[in-house]
């Protein structure tokens, strides 16, 4: 590799790395939703956003609550626990001007203090056009007496949910946590199947001055993640370099005018992409086209 970047390394130095795609890291959150769950998996929720864009071809930053979004078309903000004036401030102007907005389940719960003022997802009621009116953990209950008291409320392992449009027609599978939506405005995607919400909403979408908004209020499967990717490139205009196996890795630098893809694969096994266009091979100087 040193004598591959020896070769061709001064056609990339100091390339940009341009991205339409942003997902927002709040170490307030973070914080906020350790102490009362140290098991969230806040990580796992900004990781799994993020690759699944990546998966299209796409670059992503990881950015602070606050700043310019105004080279983005597409924010993912995964369980922004901890909402102030100037973050909820900042994502209203970023969906006003046409951006699409992704908010996720535990979203808009508390304030800088950590207190719960306002039924979730509070300050960023009004964008999501949604209300969560119950929430629940999807595992074994931990208070006393549940296992034994056959009155109690036993949660299921895991739920289901299934899409209410034929546009995307498609079940998931849903685990740890739901919140239990109540539609303000917004579109229902997908519904709950099992336990008392059943037929609820789970996945919503809603227009908010020239953009979009959707709430995901369940943590799901990875493939759900990849499916909503490219539903939302096709809300945001955006469009994806190709879809890019699991397992391989696809980054792309600008410099002087010129993009310049990296094409990486950690599988333990070949594989092969097709990327639309004309493409040259910077070692070898072969052109490849699509």
């Known amino acids: 590799m040193g004598a591959e970047l020896g070769k061709v390394g001064a056609e ?5 790395s341009p991205a339409s795609v942003a997902v927002v890291l709040s170490y307030d959150s973070l914080w906020a939703l350790q102490i009362g769950d140290h098991n969230f998996p806040y ?8 690759n699944s864009f990546r998966r299209w071809g796409l670059n992503t930053d990881i950015v602070e609550p606050t700043g310019d979004r105004g080279k983005y078309k597409v924010v993912a903000a995964p369980s922004l626990h ?32 950590n207190l719960a003022t306002d ?14 009116k ?16 056959q009155g109690a409320y036993q949660p299921n392992s895991e739920n289901r949910i299934r899409s209410t449009s034929p546009d995307w027609a498609a079940e998931y599978r849903a685990m740890g946590w739901i919140d239990i939506l109540e539609s303000d405005g917004a579109q229902t995607l997908f519904q709950y199947q099992l336990d008392y919400y059943a ?19 369940t943590i799901l499967e990875p493939c759900f993640y990849v499916d909503l990717a490219k539903q939302v490139c096709a809300w945001a205009h955006l469009e994806p370099i190709s879809e890019i196996p699991e397992g391989m890795d696809f980054a792309i630098r600008q410099k002087n005018g010129r993009s310049i893809g990296f094409l990486l694969n950690f599988a333990e ?6 990327l639309r266009g004309e493409h040259r091979d910077l070692l070898s100087g072969k052109v490849f086209a699509a």
């Open 12 to 16: 990339f130095a100091h390339a940009e």
């Open 43 to 50: 990580f796992d929720e900004l990781r799994v956003f993020s």
């Open 82 to 113: 901890v909402v102030d004036p100037a973050t909820a401030s900042n994502l209203e102007k970023f969906v006003s001007n046409g951006g699409v907005l992704i908010l996720s389940a535990r979203s808009g719960f508390k304030n800088p203090d």
């Open 119 to 132: 039924l979730p997802p509070g300050p960023l009621q009004h964008l999501a056009k949604v209300r969560v």
């Open 134 to 149: 119950d929430f629940t953990q999807l595992s074994a209950p931990e208070r006393s007496g549940a296992v034994t008291d």
């Open 199 to 217: 037929s609820r909403p789970a996945v919503t979408i809603a227009d908010y001055g020239t953009g979009k908004v959707v709430y995901v209020g």
């Open 269 to 274: 096994s070949p594989q092969s992409v097709r």
